[in-house]
C-alpha cells in the first residue's frame, strides 16, 4: 500500500510547528525556557497537534533539526564534491566537518537543545550515528589508516555544540579562525592515522 501524503493543513501545521520552534529556540536565553505551549501559541496551533506530530519535546526538536540538515545530508549522500561520496577521503573529511561546523554555528540554538535532549549520552542520538558512519566510512578508504572509528569519534568532539558554543561565546573565536583551527585539526589526525 502506497504510503498516505498529510492533508495539506497538516502539512501545514507542520510548517508552522517547525518554523515557530526554530525562532523560539533561536531568541530564547536557554533551550530549556523553550516550552510546548510556548511553540503551540506562536505557531497558533494547540498543544495536541504537537504531541501527535511529534510526540515530545524532543521528537520535535530531532524533527527541526532533521530539517534543516536535510540540505546537507543529501549533498553528503548523493552531491558532488567536496561532500559526496565520490570525493576522495583526504578531501571529504574535512569537507564533512567543515559542513558539520558551519552547521552547528548557524544552527547553534538548535544544536545545543538537541545535544541538551539526551539523558544518557548524546553518543546515541540518530544524527551522531549518521555523522559518525559518515566520517568512519571516509577514513576507513584512506590507505593505510587505523583506528577509524576512533577518529570519527574524536574528530566529531571538535565539533560538539557546548564546545562551538564556547569558543564562540566565552574565548571569542572566529567563524573563520575556528573553520581554519579545525581543518588544521583534521589535516593532522588524517596525516597521522
Known sequence: ???????????????????????????????????????????????????????DRTGLIRALYASRLEPIRHAVAEGPGPLGPATPPAERVPALLDALLCFKLDHRHLSVALEGTVN??????????WWYGTLRD????????????????ALLAAVRAD?????????????????ADLAAFAARVLRGG
Open 138 to 153: 571516509a577514513l576507513e578508504r584512506l590507505p593505510g589508516f587505523t583506528d577509524a572509528g576512533f577518529a570519527a569519534h
Open 1 to 55: 500500500m502506497p504510503e498516505r501524503k498529510p492533508r495539506a493543513d497538516a502539512a501545514r501545521n507542520r510548517e508552522s510547528v517547525l518554523a515557530a520552534a526554530d525562532r523560539l529556540f533561536a531568541t530564547c536565553a536557554s533551550p530549556e525556557d523553550v516550552t510546548m505551549a510556548d511553540i503551540a501559541a506562536a505557531a497558533g496551533v494547540g498543544k495536541g497537534t504537537l504531541f501527535r506530530g511529534f510526540g
Open 163 to 179: 564546545l562551538v558554543g564556547h569558543l564562540t561565546d566565552r574565548e571569542q573565536v572566529p567563524r573563520e579562525r575556528l573553520r
Open 120 to 129: 544518557d549520552s548524546p553518543y546515541r542520538a540518530a544524527h551522531y550515528d
